[in-house]
């Protein structure tokens, strides 16, 4: 290669004004080309090693003034038989590979083809469509990661969850950092665990939501977007719930319990995780083989309903359905006396004594919205009981005595009027 640019820099002086311009242009981009070669395409590739040639090759053909010299002799064989049998040999072996290299050139170009109809088709939510035009697009290009994925993707959306998982896997060993690809396969081992959940084959099911877990965190390690992120959350916190509901069935009460309690770690408002592990606790105060099965996990799981009843009595709170937040705000109490007799920290312990003071004044604050005086003042005082200079507790206080006394007030000047007519 510095033996051609020698020769073709060498070379400028012999051309034209107009072949030099050229010539320098040409000279110019082959350095280009090459250096572009270790990051992007690689020579290995039909075209562009085509274009490095003929580039090379317009070079050293511009040159006037110099003639080209090669000395060549051909081999005993071919001067015995001629040139005519070489000629016939070395035309049909440019033939055979320009025959080959053109039809090889052509099967990206049908692959996306086949693709772009295929998107087309899934645009429309025609899926059924799509799949025998992704089907040629992958046999013609089959280490092609973008077909792969539409492929599992449309085999989805047909129900076919096994197909799907297949060329799913492909795409991802193709390429294992698109976040999609990892997505619809969880979407389909997701679907076939609940089919297996359906029919009652429980173990069956378990091993396809594992699959999802692990799946999900793989997904976890890629860089992702907020939403794909919020998308992940869910789909863990579901597959927790669903594995949990088949841990039920097969009377696991702790498994279930423990993914229960990871379902509402990751989503305080699952509605259904709350009543399932409400259920748990309702049968192990029943059963005491459950209750000692459940024992260990009693303490986080109570932390997790506790965040779970928590918000739910604000966001009816904040749509003013007073009754309904009063008895969130119960469970809510509930919960923290019972964790009151957990095995706790002292550190534990302040933090538990602050929030049941803080779910005291809440509930107060709900009586005097539904103006229960008498039952806010007890709450409040409940609140002051457990943190004496709690200053909200303190303040609401001080508030409803102010109302007392000004009902008082306005009592006795009705009654003066009264007396005096």
């Known amino acids: 290669m510095a033996t051609f640019f020698y020769k073709a820099i060498k070379s400028l002086r012999l051309m034209e004004k ?5 010539a320098i242009g040409l000279i110019s981009s082959l350095p280009a080309t090459l250096t572009h070669s270790f990051f992007s395409f690689n020579l290995y590739q039909i075209v562009p090693t085509m274009l490095l040639w003929l580039c090379m090759g317009l070079v050293m053909a511009s040159r006037d003034g110099e ?3 090669f000395e060549f002799s051909y081999p005993e064989i071919i001067k015995k038989y001629g040139e005519v049998p070489l000629k016939i ?5 440019v033939f055979v590979l320009f025959s080959i290299g053109y039809i090889d050139s052509l099967k990206p170009l049908m692959a996306d083809i086949y693709y772009s109809r295929a998107e087309r088709s899934s645009m429309r939510e025609q899926w059924e469509e799509s799949v025998p035009l992704l089907e040629k697009a992958n046999e013609l290009e089959p ?3 973008k077909y792969r994925y539409a492929f599992a993707l449309s085999f989805y959306k047909t129900g076919k969850f096994r197909e799907s998982i297949e060329n799913g896997k492909i795409a991802h060993r193709l390429n294992p950092y698109v976040a999609d690809v990892n997505r619809i396969l969880c979407f389909s081992h997701n679907e076939i665990g609940n089919e297996y959940a359906k029919d009652g084959e429980t173990d069956s099911a378990i091993k396809e939501y594992d699959e999802v877990i692990r799946l999900i965190d793989e997904r976890k390690k890629l860089k992702l977007r907020p939403y794909e992120v919020s998308f992940l ?4 916190a579901n597959v927790y719930y669903n594995r949990g509901n088949i841990f039920y069935r097969k009377k696991q009460y702790r498994k279930a319990f423990y993914d229960y309690q990871n379902t509402l ?5 699952h509605p259904y995780a709350v009543k399932a592990v409400e259920k748990i ?3 192990s105060e029943t059963n005491p083989e459950v209750a000692s099965n459940i024992a260990p996990l009693m303490k986080g799981v109570n932390y997790s309903l506790y965040i779970a009843h928590n918000a739910v009595w604000r966001e009816i709170f904040s749509k003013e359905i007073m009754d309904s937040s009063l008895k969130e705000l119960d469970i809510v109490i509930e919960l923290l006396m019972e964790r009151k007799t957990f095995k706790l920290t002292p550190a534990e312990i302040t933090a538990t004594d602050r929030e049941l003071a803080d779910a005291y004044y809440n509930r107060g604050n709900v009586f005097l919205k539904k103006k229960s005086y008498n039952e806010a003042m007890s709450d409040y005082q409940e609140a002051l009981k457990i943190i004496p200079n709690h200053p909200e507790a303190t303040e ?4 409803i005595k102010e109302r007392q006394k000004a009902s008082l007030s306005w009592l006795i000047v009705i009654s003066a009027q009264h007396y005096t007519g």
């Open 18 to 22: 107009n072949l030099m311009i050229v």
């Open 233 to 236: 959350e869910r789909e863990m």
């Open 281 to 283: 606790k309702s049968l």
């Open 67 to 69: 003639e080209f010299r």
């Open 89 to 93: 040999i070395a035309g049909i072996a």
């Open 396 to 399: 609401g206080c001080k508030k």
């Open 265 to 269: 770690r990751i989503i305080p408002l």
């Open 143 to 145: 280490a092609n990661p």
